[in-house]
């Protein structure tokens, strides 16, 4: 089993590419089921999530050629197969198969996917989607383990308000609805940039969607969908990510190729706290930063602060001045890293869904396991600044999400290896 051995103290001089993001490339991916037309995609991330959704995309009969995966580029062909069941041992792997639902019941009429099962960082369900598409027309039913659904008459454009927001239902149902007879009005979507992404990514198909604002849209059904040659956006995430790595220890950091848009929110935070940044349109140079301020936050669907960054952020805060708060709203269970930082020296107590940030002096190198993705980069952040050397592992958990991250460390002066 592979590990990451990190020795801290090394400050990070030097540029980082962001890749494309993994969030908008599996929905993308996904929508090529509603055209026999090539999806040519590029900026797409070479990550294990991607691996995985291209298998389950093969195993429906598209036809994925990742010859340019090098250049991060694929190209997308569905076949038009008998083939319409997600099988458990692909879905298992990673719970946004689901979004092949939408797309395949749109096209196909009928789809069977594998319920994805549990979660490390909680329960993710499917609920929401199938209320969705029964709504559209559909009729469902669960048979050992498999969401079985038909709509032989195809789906019928309708209203639907989500009971809570969803960023795969989002998806899922937005998709569905593309090849729908009629006008769909759906209501409380989520607006994440990979939401839109996505969307985007559909009219260039030949889609028919209006964002009307209040978390509401309108999409109006089309007999068919075109291919279409498609840029996938930078990684917020991953961007965020490594602007932490630079307040956290780097000399000069210059964060490139980027969407200063999509990261404004939490930036306008971290400039609150007073980190030594410059911003420009589509990178960002950082520099070491004392943390004097206080924060309490709240994950929250975008705008809000996304939690997808809660266990970075919670690193960069144990290194301030100050006592900090960060309340999970998101996932019940996504407080799994706090035990691990602690190992290395953090000062975390968890109550409930608060998680309370008391400063320490420094992390300290230490053998320790990723728990899931975010968790895994928070314990390369600690490492990175620790007093010795630090071991990950379950590093499988990073490659789902962080392309080459050891990689693009390494080219900016940090000790860390694969092994």
């Known amino acids: 089993m592979q590990k990451i051995i990190i020795n801290g103290g090394c400050p990070l001089n030097g540029s980082i590419h962001i890749s494309g993001s993994k969030n908008a490339a599996l929905p993308i991916m996904s929508a090529c089921i509603l055209t026999n037309d090539n999806l040519e995609l590029s900026n797409i991330p070479n990550l294990d999530d991607v691996n995985t959704m291209s298998k389950v995309l093969s195993s429906l009969g598209v036809d994925v050629n990742k010859d340019n995966i090098s250049e991060n580029k694929m190209i997308l062909c569905y076949k038009d197969s008998e083939q319409s069941i997600a099988e458990y041992d692909l879905v298992r792997k990673m719970r946004a198969s689901i979004l092949v639902l939408g797309p395949l019941l749109a096209r196909k009429r009928e789809a069977a996917v594998s319920l994805p099962g549990g979660c490390a960082i909680g329960d993710r369900p499917v609920d929401i989607h199938i209320e969705a598409l029964q709504k559209l027309g559909a009729e469902f039913s669960l048979d050992q383990g498999y969401i079985k659904c038909k709509a032989s008459k195809g789906l019928v454009g309708c209203k639907i308000d989500f009971p809570k927001i969803s960023v795969g239902a989002s998806e899922n149902i937005i998709m569905a609805a593309c090849l729908a007879k009629g006008e769909s009005q759906i209501n409380n979507i989520a607006i994440e940039p990979e939401v839109i992404d996505l969307v985007d990514c559909l009219k260039s198909m030949g889609a028919k969607i209006e964002l009307t604002g209040n978390r509401t849209i309108l999409v109006q059904g089309v007999d068919e969908m075109k291919g279409t040659s498609y840029s996938i956006i930078p990684d917020r ?180 290896k694969r092994i």
């Open 237 to 416: 995430i991953e961007t965020l990510t490594y602007v932490i790595a630079g307040a956290l220890t780097a000399e000069n950091l210059l964060i490139k190729d980027i969407n200063i848009s999509h990261i404004q929110n939490v930036l306008d935070l971290l400039l609150k706290l007073n980190i030594n940044v410059d911003v420009r349109s589509n990178e960002i140079s950082i520099k070491k930063s004392l943390i004097n301020e206080s924060i309490e936050l709240d994950t929250e669907e975008f705008p809000g602060f996304p939690t997808d960054l809660q266990a970075q952020m919670m690193v960069l805060m144990s290194l301030g001045k100050k006592k900090s708060i960060i309340r999970e709203n998101i996932f019940e269970n996504r407080f799994m890293h706090v035990s691990e930082l602690n190992r290395m020296g953090g000062n975390i107590e968890i109550s409930g869904k608060k998680a309370i940030i008391h400063p320490c002096e420094n992390f300290l190198g230490a053998q320790v396991m990723a728990t899931d993705l975010r968790a895994s980069v928070s314990l390369v952040l600690a490492g990175l600044v620790a007093n010795g050397e630090t071991t990950l592992n379950r590093v499988y958990h990073l490659d789902r999400g962080y392309e080459n991250i050891e990689t693009k460390l390494q080219s900016c002066g940090a000790d860390i």
